[in-house]
Structures are given as structure tokens and as C-alpha cells.
């Protein structure tokens, strides 16, 4: 009997494990969720002002009602209009993963005219009191909608800094005191000192950001904050900052306090820093660890709002620096790191549009991977191939929008969208000056009601999304699988995630079979993203027949 009992069980036993190795034969290994990298994000810049009229009620404040020159006053664009396209998908839909804005402070409340015709302070670049945001743009609450409601859906929110000036003087905006701005000495900009240390353009307030000297309140604030009726807590505020710091009251640590509040009160989760190489690169070292610590204390203080591990992101505005620098900036007479020690993540690059007119796709590619996996490894890019004062883009007549798309979003590095650009809202507006031309109101007309613009968009929308749910794309290592037609892969590892795609571009229309046998593995399923078809790997190869001449594959 103790035979027979013994014989059941481990038959039994046999049979739970022949079981449990089927399972384990048939059970799918969980895929890792796509982690988010700010070296291959899709970044959409948009002046806060010119893209979305959310709220009418605040289009006029401080009776900002001169007769302005031609795109050079206050739209309507506002914080609750960016909210509502981040509701409806728009931003999604275009496989944008953060938004970057124009400077949303108060802004002087007087027009001036700097040789372009009567300008008010829409772009959000002439600062008068960074500790409130500019009822143009909207209010506190506007601010935490929109970061709640970008992040709930994976997007991250990147504000613009300014440290290097306050806004003009005008009748109503009066000059701060000499302790804290220089006013008597022009750039030339042929050195160092000449750069940094003296005004970008006359009337112009230049902080003095080299100084150490404690200095009071500007009276116009300590004014202003009392009829407000917080001056007491705005005090209060920065004795706890000078005391934790240790910091001089010196005006660049006045500043880093009031920037940072931002990223501790709302949870922002970058700077885009304006003017850099006009600024001692100190000070950026400086205002780094000011973000880090900022950054640390809302994650601390807000775990449930925490979307992940990633630090704080920053990217200077170096006016020209090009990748082909590495991490250096040449002022002629001295270079600068902006890199290390510990100042920026990324620096925008001003070279991408001329790479992508002279260089083919597997030029432009190759160099990009190997200069952000050589020199600027563990650092980053931003490319760009139109903005809002490069009076040079890529295509200023829009007649490239496709090729534009595909260079930008295929393109190693950080991608930014200029608001627009996957529209083709014209960047040649009769009766503008300067760079008033590159600012038109968003196009959302066109968007609605134009089938080409459609199609562009499409486009756009595609490659986008592709970009988005693939850090490959713009993060990996780049290498072409084969000159004509011309295809290429990418991979990107980090821990235990690991993402490879293939690209195929200029190809011919109809069937098309490609070798893929080092990119995926025989038997997989692989989507075509831009067609939406599928094929099989069989014998290393895919055949696949689309009315497209661009492919973009992925594991099913």
C-alpha cells in the first residue's frame, strides 16, 4: 500500500513540474516599461503667448494697449491653453514626451521700442518680478493644472530661466538699483570679458552676476510686494534660502531662489537657460546645484507625483556653440567647459540645420552617434532645425516639411519642435521685423481645415510617436545596415532594458524585403509603425509591401 502511495505522489510531483515547465515555455518574459531619456526626447518649444488662446479674460493687463509693430504685442496664448491641447491628445498624438515655454514671470508692464517698432514683453524675456507669473500667461493654478495633467500623461514641462538680465526701463518699469545691473557697458563680443561682463543691447539691464556684495530689496519690489500684500512671506522666504545656502545676498542667488520656487512649489521638471555665455559659468555651476536640491525636496515632499528617478534637466542657450566643440565653447581669447565641472545636461545645437543642408542622412547620423557616445558621453544635444530668433532655419519657406521631420526626429539627440513645425505655419510674414516673423499665432485654422497641412502633420505624427516609445531612436548607437537602399538600426541599453528599431529611408515604393537578421531574431513579429503592416522575420529577412518610401520597425 506505502508502494502504491509513494508511485501516485511522485506521479504527481512529475506531473507538476512537466506543468510548470510548460508554463514556463509558453509564459511571455514581461516587458520592461519604456523608460523615459532626456537624451532622446521629443521636445516642443512653443512661445507661450502664439500658441493657444485658453483665456480670453487675461489677454489684457497693465493697460499694455500701445499700438505695437507688426507681431510684436500680446496674442491671447496662455498656460491654460497649452493645458487644453495637452488634454486633447494633441501633444500625445505627435509623440511629445516634454514642453518647453517661454518665460511666464511678469513681465515689464511698458512697451519699448529697440529699433523694431514699439515691443511688449510677450516672449516672456523682460523680466520685472520672477516671483509671479505674468497675468498674461495666467495664474499659480494655471501652472499646477497644466503640470498635472502633462504629467499624467508622460510629458514633462521645462520652463525658461533668465539670470543675465532684467526687463528694459521704461516710464513705468524703472531701472534697478547699480548694486544689482550694469547699464553703462555694450557687448562687443569680440572676448571673454566682452561677452559676459556688459549689456547683450543698449537699455538692457545686465545683473551683475559676478558680484558677491550683499544688496538689499529693489525698492520697486519691496513697493510692489507690500501693495500685494506678501511681503512679510516673500522676506521670510529668502532668509530661510540665505540661511540654508550661506549664499552672499548677492542679485544671481536673489534670482536662483526665485527660479527654483518653481520647481519646488510646482514640480517643473527642467530649465531652459537663456543667455548662458553672456553669464560667468559659475554661476550655472551654481544654479545646478540650487535645481538639484529644489528637485530633490518636491520628490521628497510629493512621492506620489514622482514620475521617476531621472535628475533635474537643464540646457543652456550657448548663442552658436556647435556639437562639432564637444564640450567646450570658444570665445576667442578663452574656451569654456559648460559640461564639467557639473553645469548643463545639454547644450542647444546651433549646427544641426547646417549639418542637415550639407551632410546625407547617414553622414549627419553617424556623426551625431559618435560625437554623444564619444566626447559628450553621458551629456547631450538639443537640435533644432527652425526657432524663435534663428532668422536662418532649415526650410524658412516651408517647402521641405517632410524632410524636415525626418531629419530632426531620426536625428542621435534631444529633438525639439519648434510650434509650427509640424504645421508649416509661415515663417515669412510681410510688414514684420527681426525676428517678429519667426512668432506668428499658432495655425490651428490650417490644421483643421487644410489637407496638405494635414498630410505634413501626419508625418510628423508619425515619425514622433516613433521617437517617443523608442529611446533607441534618438539615445542609441547608430549603425547602417546598408548603403542603397539605405537602411540603418539602433539600439540603446541601459540596466536591463534594452530597445532596437530599424529605419529604412528613400526607399522605393511597394514590396520591399530587408535584411534585419542582426536587429531582430527569426520569427518575430515586426510592425512597420509609418504603414502599420506586419511581417514576419523569416531567413533573417522581412518582406513587406507599403505605398511609403520610408519604414520604421519595430518588434510587434
Not at 126 to 147: M, S, Y
Not at 209 to 218: F, H, K, Q
Not at 358 to 383: I, Q
Amino acid at each position: 500500500m506505502k508502494k502504491v502511495i509513494i508511485i501516485v505522489i511522485l506521479s504527481i510531483m512529475l506531473a507538476n513540474c512537466k506543468n510548470n515547465s510548460d508554463l514556463a515555455k509558453n509564459e511571455a518574459i514581461p516587458e520592461l516599461e519604456t523608460p523615459f531619456v532626456w537624451e532622446g526626447a521629443n521636445l516642443y518649444f512653443l512661445l507661450t503667448d502664439r500658441f493657444n488662446n485658453g483665456d480670453t479674460s487675461n489677454d489684457i493687463n497693465f493697460k499694455r494697449t500701445k499700438e505695437t509693430a507688426k507681431l510684436r504685442g500680446f496674442k491671447g496664448g496662455d498656460i491654460k491653453g497649452i493645458t487644453q491641447k495637452v488634454k486633447d491628445g494633441y501633444f500625445t498624438d505627435l509623440g511629445i514626451n516634454a514642453i518647453w515655454m517661454t518665460p511666464i514671470v511678469e513681465q515689464i508692464h511698458d512697451g519699448t521700442d529697440e529699433g523694431t517698432g514699439v515691443t511688449y514683453g510677450f516672449h516672456g524675456y523682460w523680466a520685472k518680478d520672477w516671483t509671479q507669473i505674468d497675468p498674461n500667461f495666467g495664474t499659480k493654478e494655471d501652472l499646477h493644472e497644466l503640470v498635472k495633467e502633462a504629467h499624467s500623461k508622460g510629458i514633462r514641462i521645462v520652463l525658461d530661466a533668465v539670470i543675465n538680465h532684467t526687463g528694459p526701463v521704461t516710464e513705468k518699469d524703472t531701472a534697478w538699483p547699480d548694486e544689482w545691473v550694469r547699464t553703462d557697458k555694450k557687448c562687443t563680443f569680440d572676448s571673454y570679458d566682452n561677452t559676459v561682463t556688459c549689456t547683450l543691447v543698449a537699455n538692457l539691464p545686465d545683473i551683475r552676476t559676478e558680484s558677491n556684495d550683499n544688496v538689499d530689496l529693489p525698492p520697486q519690489l519691496v513697493d510692489k510686494w507690500k501693495a500685494e500684500g506678501r511681503y512679510e512671506q516673500e522676506v521670510k522666504e529668502l532668509d530661510d534660502f540665505f540661511e540654508r545656502t550661506g549664499h552672499p545676498r548677492a542679485p544671481r542667488f536673489y534670482i536662483m531662489k526665485w527660479l527654483t520656487d518653481y520647481i519646488t512649489e510646482f514640480g517643473v521638471d527642467g530649465y531652459r537657460v537663456d543667455t548662458v555665455k553672456h553669464t560667468e559659468e559659475y554661476v550655472w555651476q551654481e544654479f545646478k546645484v540650487e535645481c538639484d536640491y529644489a528637485f530633490s525636496e518636491y520628490k521628497k515632499n510629493n512621492p506620489e507625483k514622482v514620475l521617476d528617478d531621472n535628475t533635474f534637466y537643464l540646457v543652456g542657450e550657448i548663442y552658436n556653440y556647435n556639437i562639432s566643440s564637444g564640450q567646450f565653447y570658444d570665445f576667442g581669447d578663452r574656451k569654456v567647459n559648460y559640461f564639467n565641472p557639473p553645469s548643463f545636461h545639454s547644450l542647444i545645437n546651433f549646427e544641426f540645420k547646417w549639418n542637415s543642408k550639407e551632410l546625407s542622412y547617414e553622414e549627419s547620423f553617424k556623426k551625431y552617434s559618435d560625437t554623444l557616445n564619444g566626447v559628450l558621453k553621458d551629456f547631450g544635444t538639443l537640435n533644432y532645425l527652425t526657432s524663435h530668433d534663428d532668422g536662418s532655419p532649415f526650410d524658412k519657406t516651408r517647402k521641405k516639411p517632410f524632410e524636415t521631420a525626418t531629419r530632426l526626429l531620426l536625428s542621435p539627440g534631444t529633438s525639439q519642435v519648434y510650434y509650427g513645425d509640424e504645421s508649416s505655419r509661415s515663417l515669412v510674414i510681410s510688414g514684420t521685423e527681426g525676428d517678429a516673423t519667426l512668432r506668428s499665432f499658432m495655425n490651428w485654422d490650417s490644421i483643421a481645415k487644410r489637407p496638405r497641412t494635414k498630410q505634413v502633420l501626419a508625418h510628423w505624427q508619425k515619425l514622433g510617436k516613433f521617437r517617443a516609445n523608442h529611446p533607441a531612436l534618438g539615445a542609441g548607437v547608430h549603425t547602417m545596415i546598408s548603403e542603397s537602399p539605405y537602411y540603418f538600426k539602433r539600439v540603446f541599453k541601459k540596466d536591463d532594458y534594452e530597445d532596437k528599431v530599424a529605419v529604412g529611408l528613400d526607399l522605393p515604393k511597394g514590396s520591399k524585403t530587408i535584411n534585419i537578421a542582426d536587429v531582430f531574431k527569426e520569427g518575430d513579429k515586426i510592425r512597420d509603425a509609418y504603414s502599420n503592416k506586419i511581417a514576419e522575420v523569416i531567413n533573417g529577412s522581412i518582406t513587406i509591401d507599403t505605398e511609403f518610401n520610408i519604414v520604421l520597425l519595430e518588434k510587434q
